[in-house]
């Protein structure tokens, strides 16, 4: 019968067993990972959490604890003093992890490798927040342009125009919305009136586009005349300053 020998068949009798996991939890604390056994590593793992808890604690009798599993001064001080620094105060356990390399060549042993957690802990709340603020999809634009289509729609019926989409109400509700967008209230008159200005500045833009445009044929008409006066000009030019080099000939033959 197996009285008060709780945990796992390793191989080998009790008083090995224990200076075994004695060495390994050791060597663990000095090097923050070993490699060995699934089977060894699950088994030391409550006493590697349990020195963590004592030295959480800090007193001197947890202290008295550790030294007397670890029975080595210098590694429990260190562990001590790394607590103190801020290391896993925000953790509440868990502190170490375990990660499967598969099975050792000769005796098909399952190996994996053991190492102290070191990494701030981030509270289970927090990372839901940040995963569901993360998959939420942004959709502002959609809103903004259906806010301003309900606003459009309720400015063409304060002015008296059917939402059919016509220039004229476009034109109006512009108007409006220009003139609520200053901050004043508009009575009727006041909407009548930013009507009748916007389309008299559209009319005189029309026009100023009309006048500087005017019609193409009347203007490239109007640019082969001012070639042809030139043209002419200039001949006229030529054949004066000939004939006065005629006359200036004469002049020298006849001396």
Known sequence: MRHNKKGRKLGTDWSHT?????????????????KTVEARAKEIRPQVDKI???????????????????????????????????????RPGGYTRIMKLGPRKGDNAP???????????????????????????????????AKKADKSEELAED???????????????????????????MTDAEKVEAIEEKKAEEAEA?????????DPAEAAKEEAEKAEAKAAKEAETTDAEKAEEEKADVKDEAK
Not at 114 to 136: G, H, N, S, Y
Not at 173 to 181: L, R, S
Not at 206 to 214: I, Q, Y
């Open 206 to 214: 029309f026009r100023a586009t009309e006048e500087t445009a005017g």
């Open 18 to 34: 224990k200076a075994m996991k004695r060495s390994l939890v050791t060597a663990l604390f000095l090097n923050d990972r070993i």
């Open 111 to 145: 190996m994996v490798i053991m190492e102290l957690v070191t990494e701030p802990c981030v509270p289970k709340a927090e990372r839901q927040a940040a995963a569901a603020k993360k998959a939420t999809p942004k959709k502002a634009a959609p809103k903004k342009v």
């Open 159 to 185: 002015l008296g125009f059917e939402a059919d989409g016509t220039k004229e109400q476009i034109e109006a509700v512009d108007a409006a919305a220009e003139v609520q967008e200053n901050g004043a209230e």
């Open 52 to 90: 963590i808890t004592w030295a959480k604690r800090g007193d001197l009798h947890s202290r008295r604890l550790a030294i007397a599993y670890l029975n080595d001064k210098e590694l429990v001080r260190e562990i001590f003093e790394k607590v103190q620094q801020g290391m896993w105060q925000d």
